[in-house]
């Protein structure tokens, strides 16, 4: 027999109610991704206070074009996380941000005037053409000439992210995430400009070699001997699976958040629910986890804040 749950309780928010108290209304309101939305801010509390738990941050690269990079940048700072599994495009766009500037555009604009403008359009966001593919070759071919003039032949992604880190602002997530020494793994790098410049140095320097099972043996390490492990997952795609896909070795994440705006009725990886994972041993069967349909940039900075309070930080 199901039985109900608790009385579906109205929201009641005044001008002095405080956002905390906000999730906590919705978390009693029955409807509809409200109740995921403060379930999410309950799950990520207790993950990032447990000081026994290796924790997962994952998102794809195209967040880091809009404003929610500083977000991302903040939670690393505040090395809330241990590991980041992220796309090439986080670090094209880190790299761009810190050394150039994007435009606010629009979803309804012409991409043929905007291609004739020489102006790339992600979403409703403007990408200068100089402020992207020139910048990140220069830079990234800078980098990897002076790593290579010090006697470095070999490097992993994890190796690529802190070189790319220690020469970029403190804007940028890559140069926090190098500053409290959190790895951040790129599994597939070569799916960017970055990774080009990678391939493109390595035509001139013949020794020179990427090392990704290098950043395998990383995972393994932290994986194999984690008392807990959880994970917050913006947006789906191979960041998401790659950090499900290694917690499968522990026998799952033991707290898992997830965010997408894709359906599950296609069956793809990022439409996939977190519950979905349990019967791949990717999540435990125990799991404290919760997947919220929304679309990121509008969610986080409300969940953000009221993580603030939460953990008084």
Same mark, same amino acid.
């Given at each position: 027999?199901?039985?109900?749950?608790?009385?579906?309780?109205?929201?009641?928010?005044?001008?002095?109610?405080?956002?905390?108290?906000?999730?906590?209304?919705?978390?009693?309101?029955?409807?509809?991704?409200?109740?995921?939305?403060?379930?999410?801010?309950?799950?990520?509390?207790?993950?990032?206070? !447990?000081?026994?738990?290796?924790?997962?941050?994952?998102?794809? @690269? %195209? *967040?880091? $074009?809009?404003?929610?990079?500083?977000?991302? &940048?903040?939670?690393?700072?505040?090395?809330?996380?241990?590991?980041?599994?992220?796309?090439?495009?986080?670090?094209?766009?880190?790299?761009?941000?810190?050394?150039?500037?994007?435009?606010?555009?629009?979803?309804?604009?012409?991409?043929?005037?905007?291609?004739?403008?020489?102006?790339?359009?992600?979403?409703?966001?403007?990408?200068?053409?100089?402020?992207?593919?020139?910048?990140?070759?220069?830079?990234?071919?800078?980098?990897?000439?002076?790593?290579?003039?010090?006697?470095?032949?070999?490097?992993?992604?994890?190796?690529?992210?802190?070189?790319?880190?220690?020469?970029?602002?403190?804007?940028?997530?890559?140069?926090?995430?190098?500053?409290? !020494?959190?790895?951040?793994?790129?599994?597939?790098?070569?799916? @960017? %400009? *970055?990774? $080009?410049?990678?391939?493109?140095?390595?035509? &001139?320097?013949?020794?020179?070699?990427?090392?990704?099972?290098?950043?395998?043996?990383?995972?393994?390490?932290?994986?194999?001997?984690?008392?807990?492990?959880?994970?917050?997952?913006?947006?789906?795609?191979?960041?998401?699976?790659?950090?499900?896909?290694?917690?499968?070795?522990?026998?799952?994440?033991?707290?898992?958040?997830?965010?997408?705006?894709?359906?599950?009725?296609?069956?793809?990886?990022?439409?996939?629910?977190?519950?979905?994972?349990?019967?791949?041993?990717?999540?435990?069967?125990?799991?404290?986890?919760?997947?919220?349909?929304?679309?990121?940039?509008?969610?986080?900075?409300?969940?953000?804040?009221?993580?603030?309070?939460?953990?008084?930080?």
């Amino acid at each position: 027999m199901i039985e109900a749950g608790n009385p579906v309780k109205d929201i009641e928010i005044s001008a002095s109610t405080s956002i905390e108290k906000i999730f906590s209304e919705m978390a009693q309101s029955g409807g509809f991704e409200s109740t995921n939305l403060s379930r999410g801010l309950e799950i990520l509390t207790e993950m990032i206070s !447990n000081k026994k738990c290796l924790k997962f941050l994952s998102f794809v @690269g %195209a *967040v880091i $074009s809009t404003g929610l990079r500083g977000i991302i &940048k903040d939670m690393i700072k505040r090395k809330w996380f241990d590991v980041v599994i992220t796309t090439c495009g986080s670090l094209d766009h880190d790299i761009a941000r810190n050394f150039s500037d994007y435009k606010e555009g629009s979803f309804l604009m012409d991409d043929k005037e905007l291609a004739e403008q020489k102006i790339h359009r992600l979403g409703n966001i403007l990408v200068p053409m100089d402020s992207y593919g020139p910048i990140i070759e220069e830079k990234m071919q800078s980098f990897l000439e002076e790593e290579y003039q010090s006697g470095i032949r070999e490097m992993s992604t994890v190796d690529i992210c802190k070189m790319i880190g220690k020469h970029l602002g403190e804007n940028s997530f890559l140069y926090w995430a190098y500053k409290n !020494n959190i790895s951040v793994i790129v599994p597939g790098i070569m799916d @960017g %400009a *970055v990774g $080009s410049q990678i391939w493109l140095f390595s035509q &001139k320097h013949s020794d020179f070699k990427l090392n990704i099972v290098s950043d395998s043996v990383l995972l393994s390490s932290l994986i194999f001997k984690a008392e807990k492990s959880g994970a917050f997952m913006i947006g789906g795609g191979i960041s998401k699976h790659h950090t499900l896909w290694w917690n499968q070795y522990r026998d799952g994440l033991d707290y898992a958040i997830y965010i997408t705006t894709a359906q599950e009725f296609d069956g793809s990886l990022s439409g996939a629910l977190i519950r979905e994972a349990i019967s791949w041993g990717k999540v435990t069967a125990k799991a404290k986890q919760v997947t919220i349909h929304a679309e990121a940039t509008t969610i986080i900075p409300f969940l953000y804040s009221a993580l603030l309070s939460r953990l008084k930080q």
